[in-house]
């Protein structure tokens, strides 16, 4: 995301006014809604524009531009309505990008299938991260990117260490495609299924959550 994007944020909870007010400091245009003029009076001077509105009038949302943003992020979760209403407002208004925020697996299947063109798990993923630190498993990194599709970083099992990809034959084994290796400070994004694993080096992984599931129960 470039400084000349602008992005409009709707739901101004802990999620979407964090979000709005990073992307403030970074110089981005954003402009954030909310139906909580509270709320709207406190992120005033953190944002670029700050509205309160009820997203479901519609003479309301048409006065809000949406059209003329280049992302928009459904800051709703709790509210599975007010996220869909929100989502379809910018879905209809043709915004190029459309990032919503989900609890459920089930709401997310929703948001996609109205238009959403990634939907992200605040809570579930910051939940998993500290469990598998508390578990000291080797996942330093677990992040969803779709209901079905995940991308993660795992430290290499005993199994794996003086093999390479092509030994293993490791997508046919495990159905995840590695993406790069990272032995140090050193990323390696190329010749990856000759790369010789060794003690420490990790690999960053994508592919299915399910079949990132079943990884986890090797470790």
Known sequence: MNKDTSVIVMGAGLFGSSVAKKLFELGIEVMVVDHNYDIIE?????????????????????????????????????????????????????????????????QARILEKLGADQVIFPEIDMGERLARSISGKNFLEYIHFSDEYTIMEIEALDDWIGKSLVDMDFYNKYHMNVVAFRRDKTTTLSNLAQYKIQSGDYLILIGKYSDAEQLEVLD
């Not at 929100?86 to 208004?93: I, N, V």
């Open 42 to 106: 406190e992120l005033a001077n953190n944002v670029t524009t700050a509205v309160q509105c009820d997203l479901f009038d519609e003479k309301a949302v048409d006065e809000l531009g949406i059209a003329n943003f280049d992302v928009a992020i459904i800051g709703i979760g709790s509210n599975l309505e007010s996220s869909i209403i929100a989502t379809l407002a910018a879905k209809d208004r043709n915004v190029n990008r459309i990032i919503a925020k989900a609890t459920t697996h089930t």
